[in-house]
């Protein structure tokens, strides 16, 4: 053999050693789960630190105990929190460790989901069929793993496309066509809709921004004027896009009469239910989506309230050879045949952009077998009574004040003050700083709140008490130093 010949395998030449560092860093992150409400929710990356990630790319290989090493020392303790129960900003799940593990065992498969006929996209198709059946889909119903709702809502704006321009679409580009197609959502709709709107050649000025009540749900009417109105100038609305579960307070949009208007209309009616959606599986919340089994396609997230680890977006079609037309391609060398391993077509390539795809089924088949619907449900309905907790001492604190109806899990609030707005921004940065708790912020009207949102399974009372007594102690020395 020449030096070129030389066996080149990356595998390890002693397997025991590798074995008890891969036991190492398993432990590691058992360990890191199991006592992380001793670590402060987030911290700032120190300079060095943030430094040390300018180092030369690597021509040597440096042993995999170090670079774990590193990864403790240097990664680890730097990360969002969102694990942590004190985390409340945006919209994070917390993971799990089913899942955590189910993602070892999937990085070890190395499986391709683009296609092919195997076991794993035999797992992804049994989440579609369960998604289905979740939100009273038909078995022809289909559905596909994706980053997460933002992309999820593109390929519904992308179903929704074809149908109303029909297939030519994919060759032609929405420039052949003399159509102008209007959308409508709500103003409280999150921004990737717009951007969906953009990235499909639409254009974010076609998607109308509908006002909402005060509950911060679509008003029905101004939709119907809109729609009107944009007939009436030659324009073709073509798609509703309802919201279960707002992205600053957590509203769901009347699903069931947006359904009504749709299919009055003859539009497509897509759900953004990112985290709303899996209300569907605590029973108490479950009927607030009524009219969600009527959607001609559906965007969530199984990595927020599911507690699936990032990433695992999903989105569900009602019309699965529709959902296929609008995507498949053909190719030589992705022929399909009715044996080997090129069976087994259609492909998930066939519903979605994405040919190289990851195992995300697994580690959410992981979560829903090993923790079971009801229990999820169950941490879905926990983090929605902890928001009205939190509420009730917000209620009970006549320095506090609640800047939107609790829905769901989503609390916005302020503390009191000259210069609201200053002082509650400092009062969030503050707190994650003091790596007590890390809500986030956002705009309700004109106000800057406060905002937490409870998504997190280990999330309990003491850690939303602990956030509220930490927000008096800062907003008393916040508006302390401003009087000083
Ligand atoms: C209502 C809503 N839609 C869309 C998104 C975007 O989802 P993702 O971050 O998974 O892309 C979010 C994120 O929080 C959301 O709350």
Redesign the pocket.
Known sequence: MDEQTQPRSLDPADWQSIRLQGHRMLDDMLDYLEHIRARPVWQPIPEGVRAGFDAALPTAATELAAVHADFMRDILPFATGNAHPGFMG??HGGGNVAGMLAEMLAAGLNANLGGRDHAPIEVERQIVRWAAQLFGFPATASGLFV???????MLGVLVARADAFGLGVRRKGVAAYKKRLTAYGSSA?????AQAMDLCGIGSEALRLIPTDDHHRIDPVALTVAIAADRAAGLTPFLVVG?????DIGAIDDLAGLADIAQREALWFHV?????ALAILAPDLAPRLAGIERADSI?L?F??WAQVPY?A?FILVRDGALHRSAFATQAAYLRRETRGLAAGSPWPCDFGPDLSRGFRALKTWFTLRVYGTEALGAVIAHTCALARHLERRILATPQLELLAPVQLNIVCFGYRGDDPDALNARIVADLQESGIAAPSTTMIGNRLAIRAAIVNHRTEQRDVDALLDAVMVFGAAGAASRAA
Request: glycine residues 20%; proline residues 0%.
């Open positions: 945006w919209v980053t997460g709702t933002s992309m999820a809502n709709a999150h921004g990737c809709i919201t279960a579960g707002t992205v953004d239910g990112a985290f709303g965007a997230d990595h927020k990433d977006g």
